[in-house]
């Protein structure tokens, strides 16, 4: 599958303001894709039926590990992390949209071989949201983009500064927490026009993605 050509937006339970509000603002500002984060199961529900209710005939609406939640509320995909769920029973599980949280080119590999419709692939940069990982840098996200043909959806200290050369080298859309914090409908729309300007540039010049061998499988299926 191709993911909407948008900024993914991660609307997380225990970030500070009204959760609803953000989301409004996000896709106000363009963006197709968002994936509601709760640790807390007790109040998920809830707050999930009501970012739904925002995304309908806007955006994708994912939920973030609990696959139980998005069957019952009629998400649109479910998002797991590498310890949340083995991949291949996710799969099973999942009706819909399944993207897999991945930090190197072992899991991202894994993560396509089960089936997954895109991965994460992050922290690309030093992360405020998430310090307990180690950046794997642009290197990282080049070796995965050509092992791999599913949607990459890079996170991790992504800003409108350094988002064109995480695109040049190979994610397919961008996600970020911190950088859409303070404005976030002008920010979501920045990141939008920076991925449109992407898309256009790629079209153009005939894929610009970092593919060294593309004799092999992975090459020639992009
Ligand atoms: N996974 C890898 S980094 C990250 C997640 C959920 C957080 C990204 O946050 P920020 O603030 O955009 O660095
Ligand atoms: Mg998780």
Redesign the pocket.
């Known amino acids: 599958m191709e993911l909407p050509a948008s900024f993914y937006f ?1 609307a997380d339970g225990q970030s500070a303001g009204d959760i609803l509000t953000r989301v409004q603002e996000a896709i106000n500002g363009g963006a197709q894709i968002v994936q509601y ?1 709760e640790k807390r199961r007790s109040v998920a529900e809830r707050w999930a039926r009501e970012i739904m209710a925002l995304c309908k005939g806007k955006a994708l609406f994912i939920i973030n590990d609990h696959v139980e939640l998005a069957q019952r509320v009629g998400a649109d995909g479910v998002h797991i992390g590498q310890e949340d769920m083995e991949c291949r029973k996710a799969r099973e599980e999942i009706r819909g949209i399944m993207g897999v ?1 991945t930090h190197n080119v072992e899991e991202a590999v894994r993560a396509e071989e089960c089936g997954a419709d895109y991965i ?1 692939v ?2 690309v ?1 030093k ?4 310090t307990e ?1 180690i950046p794997i840098g642009l290197d990282e996200l080049k070796k995965i983009r050509r092992a791999v043909s599913i949607p990459i959806v890079a ?4 800003t409108l500064e350094n988002a064109g050369l995480v695109l040049k080298s190979g994610a397919d859309t961008i ?5 859409v ?1 303070g404005d976030t409908e002008r920010t979501v729309r920045r990141f939008n026009q920076i991925i449109s300007e992407h898309r256009r540039r790629e079209k153009e010049e005939g894929g610009n993605k970092p593919r060294e061998d593309t004799t092999s499988p992975a090459g020639a299926q992009r």
């Open positions: 991660i984060r949280s994460g992050g922290p940069f992360s405020k949201t998430k990982r996170i991790g200290g992504i996600c970020a927490i911190s950088a914090s």
